[in-house]
């Protein structure tokens, strides 16, 4: 294993290393000084692998920026922010925010130091020793470690933040009261040390070694899946917050509570908590992972539901409430009732000694009918007959009128009907032509990606890829005051801002442009924004950048060299009239280093200074220096005259120098 870096050490010529804060089998962690923010304190995580295999350092880098990013999503004002990653030395760093406070394992540890001086106190009491008394002094009565309040208020304010990180699909893998600490700030606890370190290094194992595995999670706290299997779930963070929960209640270890034989948890005889939070804890202990809450939200439910149940009253007599108008149902008629006359009961028996018998029947006397007159049934007869045939004759008309008279409402049926497909057919031509004429799967959600680029002077480095709509790439470039930083873009559909530590734009020509050079004016993170044209779906670049030291001021004339300077000139050819030379010699202050390149007009000339102390300047065929084109490291232009074109290499001692020159048509 590599020894620590000794405090006083200044990384990536930014990061002034104060002290070691603590250090694993897996990583070390270190208090720093950020330069580039003012001296803010932060925390650097240095990784280290187990092995040093080429295959596992190369493997590490892949695995550690991946890890990153996805840390750097989390951005939960209860998780220390993860700022950069960055490499020196072979080893593999992460920063970020440094929190100032105690773990509540410092915190448990000095209540049970309190615990013990009031124990002994009191002992020197019963002996009749006179000490100064301790009352006020413990939070708790008895166990001096924390209360059932304390530790609900810790869950409810620790479950929104894992709610948060699993949301991104991130487990933290190793709660303990280590890796919680109480702010000092705001008195909130912080979730600190994901075990996205200890992961990783167990995921660099050599496909060759036999060294054993190890799965991240310390012994007693992390679930049984978890230590055996290596894989973790959301109930697997709320099983160890759990046991975090009860180490915090009773001042024991999980070994000392955990029966291994039988699986269970045997804590409640350590501390008098209530039922509701003890059955709520002993879910989230259960040993199937299955059986335990699946989410922090499940939990946090939990707590409030039995948290906010008050003892009741003993029920009192409650007077009935006055009557109150029925409201009238509509299903109900509300007519009047009518009486409505019976048929008449049958006479009763005349003769009561014979029940079964009835009465005698009277005969009515029968009165003549007109059926009894013939010719009364002929008349009758006849006038039927006539009223027939009208009838018949009335039924036809009426039926061929009415037929004539739906000729004229006849074009109203399909007017009546239209209304009725007009808007099932509007919905679903909207939803179908929608997604076609849409781009992007999702339009109205941004989405920012991040990279840090770590440039060395003299040193350039190009990126390329694809950037969709509404999207923005960024790269991060540490530098210095007084250091040169050039950014261009080939292609077109994309746009560059270059912003300061400051996050604004570095100048007022560093805004949505395609290329941009210029001084740094101070110590700090510079950021290269890509951003795509609007309007275009997607868009492909190709960013080149280079960062140069500040050049050393020169005395000598660009106009009329004094006659002790002479110039070792040398013309450039290049194969069919385009290309790129890498150039290396030397210049000084009496013999300057010169070139001639014969460009055409509309070719793109550049001259990039790759290394040394030298800087340029060019003259266009008249002899005339061409404007921002003196005393530069880096020039770029279209030609727009042909002719020969002058590069002067100028410095002020003898120098070696390394230069590169294109030339290229348009395309």
């Known amino acids: 294993m590599e020894p620590p870096i000794a405090s006083g050490t200044i990384l990536q010529n930014r990061y002034h ?13 270190y208090k720093a000084e950020d330069q580039g923010r003012f001296n803010e304190l932060c925390a650097l995580k240095e990784l280290i ?25 989390i951005k939960h004002p209860q998780v220390p922010q993860f700022r950069a990653t960055f490499e020196e030395g072979g080893r593999l760093f992460l920063v970020q925010d440094y929190v100032e406070g105690k773990t509540y394992r410092e915190l448990l ?14 002992q020197n009491q019963n002996l009749g020793i006179s000490t100064p008394t301790t009352r006020g002094t413990m939070a708790n009565s008895g166990s001096g470690v924390f209360s059932e309040a304390e530790v609900r208020q810790l869950l409810l304010q620790l479950l929104p933040v894992l709610d948060h990180v699993h949301s991104k699909s991130i487990i933290h893998r190793d709660i303990t009261p280590d890796n919680i600490m109480l702010r000092n700030t705001d008195n909130l606890p912080v979730l600190i040390d994901f075990g996205v370190v200890k992961e990783l290094a167990t995921r660099f194992q050599s496909p060759n070694s036999t060294a054993p595995v190890t799965t991240v999670g310390k012994v007693g706290y992390a679930p049984s899946e978890q230590i055996q299997t290596g894989r973790a779930y959301p109930s697997s963070d709320l099983y160890s917050l759990a046991v975090s929960a009860v180490v915090l209640l009773t001042g024991k270890e999980p070994q000392s509570l955990f029966d291994d034989t039988q699986l269970i948890w045997r804590w409640r005889r350590w501390v008098n908590v209530t039922d509701e939070l003890a059955n709520i804890l002993n879910k989230m202990l259960s040993y199937r992972p299955g059986d335990r809450y699946q989410s922090a939200m499940e939990v946090m439910q939990a707590l409030q539901s039995h948290g906010s149940v008050a003892p009741q009253p003993a029920p009192q ?15 109900v008629s509300n007519m009047a009732t009518m009486p409505v006359g019976r048929r008449p009961e049958p006479p009763a028996n005349p003769n009561p000694r014979i029940p079964n018998q009835p009465g005698p029947v009277i005969p009515e006397p029968r009165a003549n009918s007109i059926w009894d007159n013939p010719w009364a049934v002929v008349g009758i007869g006849g006038a039927l007959a006539l009223l027939a045939g009208l009838g018949s004759w ?23 009907e239209l209304p009725t497909p007009i808007p099932t057919e509007t919905p679903t031509e909207t939803p179908t032509e929608s997604p076609t004429q849409t781009p992007t799967p999702t339009p109205t959600q941004p989405s920012s990606f991040s990279q840090r680029v770590n440039l060395s002077a003299g040193q350039a480095v190009s990126r390329s890829g694809t950037i969709n709509a509404n999207s923005t790439i960024n790269y991060v470039v540490p530098g210095t005051q007084d250091q040169q930083l050039r950014a261009s873009l080939n292609g077109e559909g994309v746009l560059l801002t270059v912003l300061g530590p400051d996050q604004n734009p570095i100048d007022n020509q560093a805004n949505r442009v395609q290329r941009w050079q210029g001084t740094l004016p101070f110590n700090g993170d510079y950021t290269v924004q890509l951003r795509p044209v609007q309007g275009l779906p997607r868009s492909n670049y190709n960013l080149s950048l280079g960062l140069t030291n500040p050049a050393p001021p020169t005395t000598q004339p660009t106009t009329s060299p004094s006659p002790q300077v002479s110039y070792d000139t040398e013309r450039l050819n290049f194969a069919e009239g385009q290309g790129t030379l890498q ?3 030397q210049t000084g202050p009496r013999t300057i280093k010169r070139y001639l390149i014969n460009a055409q007009e509309g070719q793109q000339l550049a001259a990039e200074v790759q290394d040394g102390g030298v800087s340029l300047t060019i003259r266009d065929p008249g002899g005339q220096v061409i404007a921002d084109a003196s005393g530069v490291q880096f020039w770029q ?21 390394q230069l590169s020159t294109s030339l290229q048509y348009p395309q």
């Open 17 to 29: 290393l104060l002290s070691v804060l603590g250090q694993g089998g897996f990583g070390r962690t």
């Open 49 to 73: 692998p187990p092995q040093s295999e080429p295959f596992v350092l190369e493997k590490s880098k892949e695995l550690f920026q991946r890890e990153a990013t996805a840390l750097y999503q």
């Open 109 to 122: 540890n000095d209540r049970k130091a309190q615990q013990s001086s009031g124990e002994a106190q009191t």
């Open 317 to 331: 007599p409650v007077p009935l409430p006055p009557p109150q108008p029925q409201q009238p149902d509509r299903n």
């Open 394 to 416: 009335a039924i036809i008309s009426s039926i061929r009128n009415s037929q004539n008279a739906q000729v004229t409402p006849t074009p109203t049926t399909p007017v009546t």
């Open 583 to 585: 150039l290396a010699d």
């Open 637 to 657: 232009s279209q030609v727009l005259r042909a002719g020969n074109y002058t590069i002067d290499v100028i410095a002020q001692r003898p120098t070696r120098f």
